[in-house]
């Protein structure tokens, strides 16, 4: 076999040879492998499994009582208030995960394996997607389980549901970012670097924690701008009541918009990557 057969140039057409049933395909067998991956090295799901109970934890014990006081009531308060916010946070948190291992493969040589191979370019991202969902949804779980246990009131089930729903969709479209970063930056730490930077500003910067009223006037401005912001609240109206339609369709409108413009500019990047 030719050393060309086995090095196809990442321009190749193949993608468009490929029906959707085959992208389909492609895709869970994809999923299959890094799920099988997970299962070899159960210690990767350790962030999915503590974060939520350490932020739950710290945010409502230690912040609770001050932040409660605040918000006209206590601890209990201020619980109704952070839990659907952290919720939002974990969709943000958890999808940059997404880029690291994509970096990771990438220097360790399986993505190159895989671009030799007649399958969709866009299989193996979505793929990754999929499974880093998988992995919110698991520390979605481990959070609400936490939430109850530190006395949050689950006042709509269907509520929730909608609640997760809107989040998965604002992480699939993160994610798209993250994974750019693991392409086109050169290592994990990296991407993990430049990955808190944009985590940070997005979450303090926000009303997940606290209300926004009592920050200064041009915080204020960006945090009505920041979708973390759109998504908590929104959450907060869907979970324990409140306006709902405004925030809805704003994060709506940003998970669109950025899935987009950074879908197809990772698979590009992808494709096209030396």
Known sequence: ?????????????????????????HTGALVRRNLLWIKQDPESMFDALLMPIIFTLLFVFVFGGSIGKALGGGQDQYVQYVIPGMLAMMSMTMSQGVGTGFSQDFNSGVMDRFRSLPIGRGSVLFAKIGVELARM?????????VAVLVGFHITSWPGLFATVGLST????????????????MKSAQSVQAMGF?????????????APTQSMPGWLQAFTDYNPLSTLADAARGLMVGGPVTHDLWVTVGWSVAITAVMAPFSIYKFRTKS
């Open 197 to 209: 930077l944009v985590l940070f500003p997005l979450q303090f910067g926000s009303s997940i924690f």
């Open 1 to 25: 076999m030719s050393a060309s057969t086995l090095t196809a140039p990442a321009d190749t057409p193949a993608d468009s040879r490929i029906t959707l049933r085959g992208h389909l395909r």
């Open 169 to 184: 969709l604002f992480a699939s479209s993160i994610m798209w970012v993250f994974l750019t970063l693991g392409v086109v």
């Open 137 to 145: 949804l698991f520390a979605t779980v481990v959070l609400m389980i």
